[in-house]
Antibody, heavy 118, light 113 residues
């Protein structure tokens, strides 16, 4: 059974930091690009960042560039998102996902909620 | 960035009847490798998104054949041949041809009349 389990979300004040984790199992994690996708309350999906299987390439949406950092540990089948200088507009459910564009299977976690508020 | 638009943004469908959602991009989604990286996702209430179709028209494992996709270039369509109550939710198109960033449409909310 494929599982992606996010953790690390919570309530944080503006300017604060959080580290999200995503533990995966049941698929060949080390063969996949991995992404974080977020969904603000009542809003649509927004791709945040992705990372190549060997960490040789990382990409970010412009609004988080310089504040967020995506990493992975293939030995632990885990994905991470370090979030710094958090803003109210970062409030969202954060999903860990493969976001496959081709014929590879596509997997999503259940999400972890991040709330940035004073 | 490639902007994705969808219409309608809200759709009230009748069980057993067809329904369709349009998705348009501001740039052709044909990649240099000849593929068109346009996906469709379903998000049922309270659930995570689930990919239904990839590369315009290829159904994911377990997706009912009442879901189909078509289109090319900048214009795409998701069709449900006979809507069922379990189809209620949000539907998103997504492009992964010109990235970063990967971009999603705004979503179409499907409910039952």
């Amino acid at each position: 059974e494929v599982q992606l389990v996010e953790s690390g979300g919570g309530f944080v004040q503006p300017g604060g930091s959080l580290r999200l984790s995503c533990e995966t199992s049941g698929f060949s994690f080390s063969n996949y690009w991995m992404s974080w996708v977020r969904q603000a309350p009542g809003k649509g999906l927004e791709w945040v960042a992705n990372i190549k299987w060997d960490e040789s390439e990382k990409n970010y949406v412009e609004s988080v560039e310089g504040r967020f950092s995506i990493t992975r540990d293939n030995s632990r089948n885990s994905l991470y998102l370090e979030m710094n200088s958090l803003r109210a507009e970062d409030t969202a459910i954060y999903y860990c996902a493969t976001v496959s564009s081709g014929s590879s299977a596509d997997y999503w976690g259940q999400g972890t909620r991040v709330t940035v508020s004073s | 960035d490639v902007v994705m638009t969808q219409s309608p943004l809200s759709l009230s469908a009748t069980v057993g009847q067809p329904a369709s959602i349009s998705c348009k991009s501001t740039r052709t989604l044909v990649s240099d490798d000849g593929n068109t990286y346009l996906n469709w996702f379903q998000q049922r209430p309270g659930q995570s998104p689930r990919r239904l179709l990839y590369k315009v028209s290829n159904r994911d494992t377990g997706v009912p054949d009442r879901f189909s996709g078509s289109g090319s270039g900048t214009n795409f369509t998701l069709e449900i041949s006979r809507v069922e109550t379990e189809d209620v939710g949000l539907y998103y198109c997504m492009q992964a041809t010109h990235w970063p960033p990967i971009t999603f449409g705004p979503g179409t909310k499907l409910d039952i009349k």
